[in-house]
């Protein structure tokens, strides 16, 4: 049998050494930057749960889509009249997602790495950041990650070579995404005094 999570380790790592995790991590991401953050994030999930449900792919996970809540969390901390930039590599996964609409195998590839990676990682960085609807599942999240595994692995067996070079280029994407958020930070957020301190001080 084969397994998507040794499969796709290296590169997977890879994403998890980014800088940027470190900020995210952090307790005193600055509300500007981790908007910034949600509104890219915002666009590559928008778009993967838009031609997922034309594939009815949440069928087995009626809640399990973040663009919503992670729309919420946005406006809720962004006050600005103009929006955030949107990076180069958000814009790259954005088109991407679109030449693989019809292909289900595809797109559930996607799904695994991001909401597997809600469902674990991102539970840590709820603890961290100033609002964290994006993480939240409504206490099913136990359920959501075992039948998402359990659909990956049904699509692995089948689609192998389709499904893992799918997950490559999800962590690819989030890796590179980490890099522009931390060359952002670097650029506007990084002078002394300037971080948001969760307990306010």
Not at 78 to 98: A, G, L
Request: charged share 30%; glycine share 4%; with cysteine.
């Amino acid at each position: 049998m084969y397994d998507i999570k040794e499969l796709t380790k290296e590169i997977h790592q890879n994403a998890e050494r980014q800088e940027f995790v470190k900020t995210l991590m952090s307790g005193t991401i600055h509300p500007e930057l981790y908007a910034t953050y949600l509104y890219n994030q915002l666009q590559c999930y928008a778009v993967l749960e838009k031609y997922s449900m034309h594939n009815d792919l949440f069928r087995q996970t009626p809640n399990l889509q973040r663009a919503e809540k992670i729309d919420r969390d946005f406006k809720k901390i962004w006050s600005k009249e103009e929006r955030p930039v949107i990076t180069d590599s958000t814009k790259e996964y954005v088109k991407h997602i679109e030449t693989i609409s019809e292909d289900p195998e595809k797109l559930y590839a996607h799904i695994y790495v991001r909401y597997c990676g809600d469902l674990s990682g991102g539970q840590m960085i709820s603890k961290k950041v100033p609002v964290k609807r994006y993480y939240d599942f409504e206490g099913k999240g136990p359920e959501y990650k075992r039948i998402v595994k359990e659909i990956i692995q049904e699509y692995l067996n089948t689609y192998q070579i389709n499904v893992v070079s799918e997950a490559k280029i999800c962590f690819a994407s989030a890796t590179k995404l980490f890099q522009e958020m931390k060359e952002i930070e670097d650029m506007y957020y990084n002078p002394k005094g300037c971080y948001w301190n969760k307990d306010g001080a």
